[in-house]
């Protein structure tokens, strides 16, 4: 199983990032789809999560609730999170990781995990 994420860059406060979440070797409409990020300096944090299949119920940190928004699109078996009105303190490395299990729901247990996408956010 390999995880990719994708889609970062540098845009400046207040603007929009898609980041996409892509794997080889599994169907990730089967399984929970958490999202973090590790800043410079500090620990890594859980932004996000969109439970498997049906399901598909997101949760998200209140930092970027009202903001950030997880999607899936099963045709591409890609997972979405659509970050909105950005601000420099989301600057951060953001990967993608899956939960063990499929039929999984959040908050999950995730055991594997994608190469990052650096998001710099500045003017």
């Known amino acids: 199983v390999q995880l990719q994420a994708s889609g970062g860059g540098l845009v400046q406060p207040g603007g929009s990032l898609r980041l996409s979440c892509t794997a080889s070797?599994?169907?990730?409409?089967?399984?929970?789809i958490g999202w973090f990020r590790q800043a410079p300096g500090k620990e890594r944090e859980g932004v996000a999560c969109?439970?498997?299949?049906?399901?598909?119920?997101?949760y998200y940190v209140d930092s970027v609730k009202g903001r950030f928004t997880g999607s899936r699109d099963n045709t591409k078996n890609t997972v979405y999170l659509q970050m909105n009105s950005l601000k420099p303190e989301d600057t951060a490395v953001y990967y993608c990781?899956?939960?063990?299990?499929?039929?999984?729901?959040?908050?999950?247990?995730?055991?594997?995990w994608g190469q990052g996408t650096l998001v710099t956010v500045s003017s």
């Open positions: 990781a899956r939960a063990h299990y499929p039929g999984s729901t959040c908050p999950a247990d995730y055991g594997y």
């Open positions: 969109i439970s498997s299949g049906d399901d598909g119920s997101t």
């Open positions: 070797g599994v169907t990730l409409n089967y399984y929970a």
